[in-house]
């Protein structure tokens, strides 16, 4: 954690921070911390093992669902499962570890020195962690059964008593006022504190997609935060906002819960993409192709991510118009995603394409997160989804998006940043090891889910009899998803070795084209001594440039650039 | 540069061969595949003229997305080969090509516009209920009240209406008989007993949580939801006499939501008379055995 660099072999753009008091440790600097970079970790690893539980829910039901007829879990607990499974990767995994990573480095990338309100940063993290506790804690008494869209009026009080809804309520409560305070931090962050000369052009894409996150979740956040408080205020001081028999409105919750539902896809996959773009360009030697279309894109998926919320409810009984008007506004989000996967294919297109792992996730979320999308026209047809809707091609389709689209990215961001975030380089071995276990047996487990579906089975059942090829099917998947798992367990291996052992990073290993890569590995506290002036939408490209030219063509040591030169 | 190319010329051989092999695989796979096309790549029809339309739209969308799939795979996959680094490799500083970027936009909502003409041309032959036929049970006019927004008809006013109520964990089914009375109509649980060749109309009611209504050859799903009345129709063609179509409830409806299934009995329309009124003749033999348990329970009474 030294913050200072020993003399390198070759011409490094860097800058040496020097009078910096020596960082407390112990756990008592990470309670109290109010560091970007060290809240960011803290996300990061809780996020993380919120995956690890999750991951083991799903193998608990694919293990239940190996076979046909199965009694290894009884219905309650296979419904507590899902309810978990669900609630925990969107909530307490995917969503806040977007944030784990726009912690650590939308800062870093705009050449910032923390993010604009340190100590509201600090809430954001322990309000994240609070939910987390008060959810799992359930588990010790009734967890709650009702899926992750926990869907009045079966999340009433006459048919779910037991504290699990509450506890899930709570959840939503903590983990949202969690993101709506991290995502006023990461706005005030993005509009105010950008280094010279970084005007809205030259914003690195993954920040690009941060801003869009956190206006996203501004938008549908309190949305959510109504639906579940009149649920509580349902459940227990009598009022019927759900309730058809009191004049309530089941489809009322639909309606709420989805206008949050459906923009909380893209608050998980649009930071993902804004990875992906950070990844490919660098591996690629090339700039990123369209810069402008990326971030554009962004934007419009955002705006349209707001007016389709309908087409979850295509099955409930809603007049035709509705149902065209949210087929169509689905089927304009897949110009803007179209534009998208151009655009990275682009990237690559004529370029010099390095497998690194990184990169490998990059690949791996474009080519699997393209099927999740050509399903979801499927899904868009509303005559189509009245067959495919709650059964096994949903799941499989809402996986190849998530997983496709946000984990495969995350993957890609742990392996890129990693050596940032400790200083110290992941095993590409184990790293290229890790990717195929996950890339097989993702798909694995999940392609066949398309045809379970179309053959009959539903979503959320404990157990099916065995006609058709159901028992098939379903134990190809159960096999693909231990694949998988053993993937992910590959590389958390790696992440705990290569925190220690790993071959030291430098600041730049990757010589690639944003800010954060001009700083030491890991960053000093206080980030940059010197904050230069961005000329580009690549500044380490020009800085590196900069430092040949000054230094000769040399691979002789030379000192870090002089901050005259860096100011300009 | 120029060195390039020709030594690597076997490779670029090697890696055409590679692609002719997968594009031969993929052909293959779909040509095994289209034997079990319903049920593994396509969902099940063939119970009612909706079911179908609905499957023949899939297939549509899927010939569309097979497409889109290959070609943009392809795209990936061949700037993943051909692009990777190699010594000497320079990448090319290319930052956009505008007209190039219209041009794909272009194209993808050109996809899009197809596949919106597309669904709106079977649109009407999955929405509206068509006449029975001329085999199908004699129903008189105005057995039902009149068509509503999302209701809707055959053309002549003439179909059967079934009521399905989705309750925790069963489907119950209350046949119509004419008159505005319900409570003295046949009834039945779990398996819907119904003429072949004849429009049958269904209203779909939930009277406790949330159910959906599926039977995958008979259509798509309809959602149950208490306080609302959902609507869908089949007809079962004459030849299906005596099939069953199974299916089950498709929203999670609590605990014991995978064991909420329902079948559909396609009978003649003679079988289904009988089938009426021997429930009823059941209906009331059992209401009158209850009355006379009641009175004796009754008089026996303390």
Known sequence: MAATTETLARPLPQVVARDVTRERGGWTSWVTTTDHKKIGIMYLVLTFVFFLLGGTEALMMRLQLSQANNTLLDPQTYNELFTMHGTTMIFLFVVPIMAGFGNYLVPLMIGARDMAFPKLNALSFWLLAAGGVVFYASIFFSPPECGWTCYAPLSSKDYLPSGGVDAWIYLIHLTGLSSLVGAVNFYATIANMRAPGMGWGRLPLFVWTILTYSVLLILALPVIAGAVTMLLTDRHFGTHFFEASAGGSPLLWQHLFWFFGHPEVYIMVLPGFGIISEVLPVFSRKPIFGYKAIAAATVVIAFLGLLVWAHHMFATPSPTFVLIFFMLGSFLIAVPTGVKMFNWIATMWRGTVEFRTALLFAAGFLGTFLIGGITGIFLAVFPVDWQLTDTYFVVAHLHYVLVGGAVFAIFAGIYYWFPKITGRMLSEGLGKVSFWLILIGFHVTFLIQHSLGLDGMPRRIYEYADVGHLELYNLISTIGSFILAAGILVTVVNVVRSVRVGVIAGPDPWKANTLEWFTTSPPPVNNFDVVPRVRSVEPMKDIRRQVERQTGHAAAPAPPAPESALQA | ?302
């Open chain 2, 1 to 302: 540069m120029n060195r390039i190319p020709a030594a690597l010329k076997p490779t670029r051989r090697n890696s055409r061969r590679v692609a002719l092999a997968t594009l031969a695989a993929l052909g293959l796979l779909l040509a095994f595949a289209g034997a079990a096309f319903a049920g593994a790549i396509a969902p099940e029809s063939g119970g009612s003229p909706n079911a179908d339309q609905i499957a023949s739209l899939y297939k549509l969308v899927l010939a569309v997305a097979v497409v889109v799939f290959l070609g943009v795979e392809g795209a990936l996959f061949y700037s993943l080969f051909k692009f990777r680094a190699r010594k000497g490799a320079v990448a090319a500083q290319i930052r956009g090509n505008t007209r190039l970027e219209i041009a794909w936009t272009l194209g993808a909502a050109v996809i899009l516009v197809v596949l919106a003409v597309i669904t709106f041309s079977k649109l009407g032959a999955i929405r509206n209920p068509p006449n029975s036929g001329p085999n199908g049970a004699q129903l008189a006019d105005g057995v039902l009240v009149a068509s509503g927004p999302s209701k809707r008809l055959p053309p002549n006013g003439r179909s059967l209406n079934i009521q399905v109520n989705g309750q925790q964990y069963i489907w119950r089914f209350t046949y119509p008989d004419g008159d505005t009375n319900d409570l003295n109509n046949a009834f039945s649980y779990q398996e819907m007993v119904v003429p072949v060749d004849t429009t049958v109309t269904l209203e779909i009611r939930a009277q406790d949580v949330a159910h959906s209504w599926w039977i995958p050859k008979l259509g798509g799903k309809f959602d149950a939801v208490p306080g609302y009345t959902n609507y869908t129709w089949f007809k079962i063609p004459g030849r299906l006499a005596g099939k069953v179509f199974t299916g089950q409830c498709a929203e999670m409806c609590g605990r014991n939501h995978a064991n909420m299934t329902a079948q559909v009995r396609a009978v003649t329309p003679q079988a289904y008379e009988q089938f009426i009124s021997r429930r009823k003749a059941d209906i009331k033999a059992a209401d009158a055995a209850a009355q006379i348990q009641r009175k004796r329970l009754e008089s026996s009474g303390p």
